[in-house]
């Protein structure tokens, strides 16, 4: 766990919060002004808040922008006790929301955060305004969920690597080094901006995982995958039909190569047929790293015309 205050040579200069709503010490960004509308950004594997930090001034001038870290990434806690799948981060989550009392959240989910931010939009969809997904799958109780999973795990390097690495029982051993293989694991995921990859960069990924006690978040997250152990929300018929009156915009890396848009994006304009669909040609699956400008002007032009 990161508990040090660092800016990583002043790239994350934003003020730390912290709540024990969920059951552990929660880490959290919360800029902009009180009364802004909401915006919830939510992070995925083995990222922390830092992924949204060209994200944050752009959208806390209007909006009050907050980025919590999941349950065993960046600065929030890592319990030894606690199981770490999908259900668990949209428990505490829910936690987090309700404790906060926020309303009119826009999502920005990026990898894992999809399946996260829309387990919470089924179980409270009367808190949701709008639904951005930046390379991150929406999940929300698609019959055909489970074949586009293995469709996608069957081609992506990333879940590939996690199912033998299961098979042979070297997925802990290599996860709970993260921190001194983070490069190797971002790039094996789809990272394409090597141009911005410094010492800096690389110790605020690396910091949250400095040893293999911290990593148990990263673990739980693949572990999950290749257990089975994850388990998707399903909405019920009124959370289904409210969510799909929503604004929605999808942003795509083209190049991501740990969620392939053939797979994903259909399940995007199964609830959303009406919401538009940008596609980045050569941007990976960390498209907040490589093209940070680009998705930053696009989030912020789709909050400001509906």
């Known amino acids: 766990m990161n508990t040090s205050d660092a800016t990583f040579g002043g790239t994350f200069p934003f003020a730390p919060h912290y709540t024990h709503a969920p059951g552990f010490r929660m880490h959290y960004v919360d800029e902009g002004p009180r009364d802004g509308g909401v915006v919830l950004c939510l ?10 930090r060209h994200l944050i001034p ?5 909006h009050r922008v907050i980025v919590p870290d999941h349950m065993g990434f960046g600065r929030s806690e890592t319990p030894q006790d606690r199981s770490y799948w999908l259900q668990d981060h949209i428990d505490n989550l829910e936690r987090f929301v309700l404790a906060l009392d926020l309303n009119e959240i826009t999502l920005v989910m ?10 919470l939009a089924a ?6 305004r709008r639904v951005i997904s930046a390379n ?4 929300f109780g698609q019959a055909d969920l489970l074949d586009r999973v293995l469709a996608n795990a069957s081609t992506s390097p990333w879940f590939q690597w996690i199912m033998q690495a299961d098979a042979k029982g070297s997925l802990e051993a290599v996860l709970g080094q ?41 673990i739980g997250w693949a572990k999950g995958f290749a257990t089975g152990a994850h388990s998707f929300e399903t909405p019920d018929a ?10 929605a915009l999808a942003i795509w890396g083209d190049a991501d ?9 259909p399940l995007f304009a199964a609830i959303f047929p009406a919401a538009q669909t940008i596609r980045l040609p050569g941007v990976g699956h960390y498209c907040f790293e490589d093209a940070p400008n680009t998705v930053a002007s696009l989030i912020s032009d789709f909050i400001r015309q509906s």
Not at 257 to 265: I, N, P, S, V
Request: with cysteine; glycine share 12%.
């Open 110 to 119: 990026h990898d894992f955060g999809g399946p996260v931010g829309m387990g």
């Open 43 to 52: 992070h995925g594997e083995p990222t922390w808040g830092y992924l949204f």
């Open 136 to 139: 991150a799958p929406t999940p």
């Open 257 to 265: 190569r740990t969620l392939g848009a053939e797979h994903f994006l």
């Open 238 to 247: 009124a959370a289904n039909q409210a969510i799909r009156t929503k604004p």
């Open 178 to 218: 993260l921190g001194f293989n983070i490069l190797s694991t971002l790039k094996l995921n789809g990272f394409e901006n090597n141009a911005i990859i410094n010492d800096g960069w690389i110790s605020a990924y690396s910091a949250p995982f400095a040893d293999p006690a911290d990593c148990v978040g990263a």
């Open 58 to 62: 752009v959208l806390s001038q209007t």
């Open 123 to 128: 179980r409270h969809p009367g808190r949701i």
